[in-house]
Nanobody, 123 residues
Framework: VQLQASGGGLVQAGGSLRLSCAAS????????MGWFRQAPGKEREFVAA????????WYADSVKGRFTISRDNAKNTVFLQMKYLKPEDTAVYYC?????????????????WGQGTQVTVSS
């Protein structure tokens, strides 16, 4: 699977952004999809994940209630709606496909990372 993330940008604290991750290649709906982020000097961290059907979602505590992950399997795309953004949300955001049988919250469980999209939240 090849992934292309987009939708990042510069936004003021309290603002919103919607990230998209378009997939091509293998059957998209077979995969749990995850969003991770990586700030300068920090490790890549889990943000959110969604099952292939979209029936189940998981979130990092730091984004619960502010971010929403969704997917459109007909368009081979997963989304991350981000609201009430904070300066600490500033990072490069990546999407990935989870290998079956692995932990959804671990970056090592994912592959096919796209190039990422930069999100910058100013205070």
């Amino acid at each position: 699977v090849q992934l292309q993330a987009s939708g990042g940008g510069l936004v003021q604290a309290g603002g919103s952004l919607r990230l998209s991750c378009a997939a091509s290649g293998r059957t998209f709906s077979n995969y749990v999809m995850g969003w991770f982020r990586q700030a300068p000097g920090k490790e890549r961290e889990f943000v959110a994940a969604i099952t292939g059907s979209g029936g189940s979602t998981w979130y990092a505590d730091s984004v619960k209630g502010r971010f929403t992950i969704s997917r459109d399997n007909a368009k081979n795309t997963v989304f991350l709606q981000m609201k009430y953004l904070k300066p600490e949300d500033t990072a490069v955001y990546y999407c990935g496909t989870r290998r079956p049988g692995t932990y959804y919250y671990a970056s090592a469980s994912y592959d096919s990372w796209g190039q990422g999209t930069q999100v910058t939240v100013s205070s």
